[in-house]
């Protein structure tokens, strides 16, 4: 792509910066700035990135975005170079980055990697290059009582379970932490309209807001870093609600918020499932906190009410067992769970813990719901999704922390009918729980619908729940401009309820249209329609991803393949444990006696193999660790079995594949960090017998160890390059009968 050249201020000062380990990190600074107005949040976030090695890098950053958030371009300058990116299909714009790395030019791709979180891709980055990328995005806000909460996430926490098979991330994809990290942060947001003249503040950063007429200015102040989400609270005189309309061809788009009041509030009995997370992960000052919204509830029931009280980390602990009367006993026993929680059961198993209560029997005619208070720090979205789903439940979550997974805890509440709200270090529990408490009781919202005053061509699927002073939006595609503003209706205890917009206008932001097609995306059924939808309206989505190719002039081409970086998150803000060194210990699927020997020489690599493979020790068994890895020293000597070093050389090929560029150094790596002379030995016979070129021999050694054990080694990128220089020009029927000559020697 042509690339114009022009005189550019980097926008931050770039400082050297390195992992505990030693590497260069390539990511410099973010920043974030953007304009609210009215519902919608249109930004721009700004990565700066330096090359500060003497070796070509492939830079790769994961990172979160805010909920629903729909990424709409990309533009940067490589090195002197603007250039624009375009949204292309996922697997065309794969193959194009990859052959503009092969050819020595350079490629950015920015892909959907998973619920809530985008990858950058900096393929190609020279040696002491400068690359800064802007991605423009625009993001549906909602009113809860008259106020706004706008959450940019920073930071990807560490969450539990299999980022790959979990989460959806690809190997090159990984999200590691790592203490010595810390970027800088900036943002600069312009607040327009009603919300510029109520109060603005921040829970968890420092900010200057200045007002000039109908806009607020707000800015971070100095020195702040990446280590928690971003929240800016806004308060309106009023839950305004109103019908924006913008042009999209010979039809209307039209986006409607409404802001339902109930005419009294209702006062129904409830029963109320509280489930905690006590995992590892709130540990600190989260558990405390969890701890004082708790007591709050005993000030919120009454007789008529029915409450059950569960625990979950790595299991579940069943403190209230069944829903159960509020009368005196069950206020003691309650009160002393209470006194007895404590974020000691070791990993995150949300999705077995939601199960558990759902299976608790309800009580009938009494409007029931799961109180769940969490982090949110778990990859496995999906299952908890469905699982809660088929339940039949309102799940009413409460998010704890400086960065839990929103995506998560909002997705629960949306396709359960339950709310979610989320509690930073300085703000009061307590409230959020009280606030919940009366969302139960106000009943269970029954034939939601919108009433558009003509039928829509599209429009986005009707709310679960309905909740006073909470907004609901909905999206439609007109044939007219609206003649009446549109009409929420709903229905609770046989009662017909019903809220209007107080106002129809049209806007000149193109974004209502882009959010609204990746609504009408996510509801489209088959494959085919939602790739045009998002071509069409240039949509990064699971199917379409943002690519631009800066073509090198022929003196500049980069040789070679380019070392991969990942950039690592920076810690959150108050996780003043570290893993297994700090005590919280992890529990594992497999026993200390099935990890690899050369990756148990000492507790850290121990915590280092756990880490990666995102398992997490019981506290209690921290203690026993030395103990375990003594007796698994043992075990060690009897294990002779060729399975077992394979998955010793698929582990050790993970780790030596994304240090050196090319096959050859790999291998001799590789093999030389087992330190297991007789492999060798035997698979250079082997390859001697089968007349293969030591190269191709190992390629396929590698691809065979790969797919018989958990497809540890090549799944990413920067091995799929290596091993297909590997085989290049190798017969087929070659590759295809390798495998039954390795099982024969593996049998003999």
């Given amino acids: 792509m042509a690339a114009e050249e022009k005189i550019y201020e980097e926008p931050y000062p770039m400082g050297s910066m390195t992992t505990e380990s030693g590497e260069k990190i390539s990511l410099k600074a973010v920043g974030v700035s953007g304009e609210v ?3 919608f949040f249109t930004s721009t976030i700004t990565q700066e990135y330096k090359n500060e090695t003497a070796e070509n890098l492939e830079i790769i950053y994961t990172f979160p975005t805010g909920f629903q958030t729909v990424l709409l371009g990309m533009d940067a300058r490589v090195g002197d170079r603007e250039l624009t990116g375009v949204v292309i299909e996922k697997q065309e714009a794969e193959t194009k980055y990859e052959e503009a790395v092969s050819k020595g030019d350079s490629a950015i791709m920015v892909q959907e990697s998973g619920d809530g979180l985008f990858t950058a891709n900096l393929g190609n980055i020279a040696a002491g290059e400068s690359v800064v990328i802007n991605i423009r995005c625009c ?14 996430p920073t930071v990807i926490d560490d969450y539990y379970g299999d980022q790959r098979g979990q989460g959806g991330l690809q190997p090159h994809e990984k999200v590691v932490t790592d203490a010595a990290a810390s970027y800088p942060l900036s943002v600069n947001l312009k ?60 039809d209307w788009i039209a986006a409607a918020s409404f802001s339902p009041v109930f005419p009294e509030e209702a006062n129904t009995p409830i029963g109320i499932k509280i489930l905690v997370d006590c995992s590892g992960s709130m540990g600190g000052g989260r558990i ?65 813990a939601l199960e558990a209560t759902f299976k608790i029997g309800d009580k009938k005619d009494v409007p029931t719901g799961v109180l769940l208070i969490t982090d949110g720090d778990v990859w496995d979205v999906s299952a908890i999704i469905e699982s809660a789903k088929r339940s039949g439940h309102r799940v009413f979550a409460i998010g704890v922390g400086e960065a839990p997974r929103e995506n998560l805890l909002r997705k629960l509440a949306i396709e359960t009918g339950g709310a979610c709200e989320f509690v930073s270090e300085s703000e009061n529990i307590a409230e959020a729980i009280a606030r919940m408490a009366q969302r139960m009781r106000g009943g269970i919202a029954t034939r939601i619908d919108i009433d ?18 909470e907004t ?49 995306m996510d509801d489209a059924a088959g494959k085919k329609e939602k ?27 980069l040789g070679g393949t380019p070392k991969v970086r990942n950039v690592p998150q920076q810690r959150v803000r108050g996780r003043i444990f570290d893993r297994l060194r700090s005590g919280i210990a992890m529990s594992m699927l497999y026993s200390a006696a099935e990890i690899p020997c050369f990756l148990r020489r000492s507790c850290e690599d121990v915590a280092s193999f756990a880490a990666d493979e995102c398992f997490v020790f019981d506290q209690d068994d921290s203690s026993n660790l030395s103990k375990a890895i003594a007796e698994a020293e043992k075990v060690d000597q009897k294990r002779k079995i060729k399975d ?54 190992y390629a396929l050694i590698v691809e065979y160890a790969d797919g018989n054990f958990q497809r540890l080694a090549t799944g990413d990128r920067h091995s799929q390059r290596l091993l297909k220089k590997a085989k290049a020009g190798l017969p087929a029927t070659e590759e295809f009968m390798f495998p039954t000559q390795l099982n024969i020697w593996l049998e003999s």
């Fill in 644 to 697: 077992d070093q394979f998955k010793i050389l698929t582990a050790m090929w993970s780790r030596m594949v994304a240090e050196a560029p090319m096959m050859e150094e790999v291998i001799d790596a590789w093999l030389a960090e087992i330190g297991m002379s007789w492999i060798k030995e035997e698979l250079e016979a082997l390859r001697a017998k089968l007349n293969m070129a030591s190269e191709v021999f």
């Fill in 191 to 250: 607040i327009m309209g009603e919300l510029a003249r109520g109060a603005i503040s921040s829970p968890t950063y420092s900010i200057v807001v200045e007002r000039e007429g109908e806009v607020a200015r707000v800015k971070l102040g100095d020195g702040a870093t990446m280590d928690r989400d971003f929240v800016l609270l806004m308060n309106a005189p009023a839950n305004p609600s109103s019908c924006l309309c913008h042009k999209d061809g010979d």
């Fill in 452 to 469: 558009w005053h003509e039928k829509p061509s599209w429009h986005s699927r009707a709310p679960k729940s309905v909740y006073d002073g």
């Fill in 37 to 39: 107005q009215g519902i």
């Fill in 531 to 557: 790739l045009k939808i998002a071509l069409d309206y240039q949509l990064v989505s699971p199917l379409t991803s943002l690519l631009l190719v800066y073509e090198r002039p022929e003196d500049g081409k």
């Fill in 472 to 520: 609901v939006t909905a999206f439609a595609t007109l044939k007219e401009y609206p003649a009446e503003p549109p009409v929420l209706k709903w229905q609770i205890d046989g009662v017909r309820h019903e809220s209007v917009c107080s106002v129809v206008e049209e806007t000149a932001n193109e974004s209502l249209v882009r959010a609204a097609m990746r609504a009408k």
């Fill in 288 to 352: 405390a906190r969890a701890k004082r919204g708790l007591v709050k509830i005993v000030s919120l029931l009454d007789p008529r009410d029915y409450i059950s009280y569960m625990r979950f980390g790595s299991s579940v602990k069943h403190e209230i067992r069944t829903l159960s009367p509020w009368d005196e006993k069950t206020r003691k026993i309650f009160e002393k769970a209470i006194a007895d929680t404590d974020a000691n059961l070791g990993g995150t198993e949300m999705n077995s």
């Fill in 139 to 152: 993001q549906a806000l909602r009113y809860v009582r008259g106020k706004v909460r706008l959450t940019i």
